[in-house]
């Protein structure tokens, strides 16, 4: 079965960085576009940022641009998501996805990936 998994939550307070990681299982992701995502209780998931197969382009979500860095290393078959200045409203579960193609304007809807993680907590505190 292929899955995606993350890793690296955790509680952190506000102003902190955490650093997440989504690896695949049972297959290789190196050729396609990845996206991280995220849901906070009672609130729809939402884009938060995606990678080019090559890595050569990024999209962000305007809430996180200029806090968030998102990259892959394809020799080792991993996507991360660094996030410093983070806030509380950044609390959330955190998933990562992958699609085929990365295309512009970059897809940021859950409709648009194929593969999904089962999530990893973020908790950021006053």
């Known amino acids: 079965q292929v899955q995606l998994v993350e890793s690296g939550g955790g509680l952190v307070q506000a102003g902190g960085s955490l650093r997440l990681s989504c690896a695949p299982s049972?297959?290789?992701?190196?050729?396609?576009?990845m996206a991280w995502f995220r849901q906070a209780p009672g609130k729809e998931r939402e884009f938060v940022a995606a990678v080019s197969w090559s890595g050569g382009s990024t999209y962000y979500a305007d809430s996180v641009k200029g806090r968030f860095t998102i990259s892959r290393d394809n020799a080792n078959d991993t996507v991360n998501l660094q996030m410093n200045s983070l806030k509380p409203e950044d609390t959330a579960v955190y998933y990562c996805a992958a699609r085929r193609y990365y295309t512009r304007p970059v897809i940021t809807t859950v409709l648009g990936y194929d593969y999904w993680g089962q999530g990893t907590q973020v908790t950021v505190s006053s």
């Open positions: 049972g297959r290789t992701f190196s050729n396609y576009a």
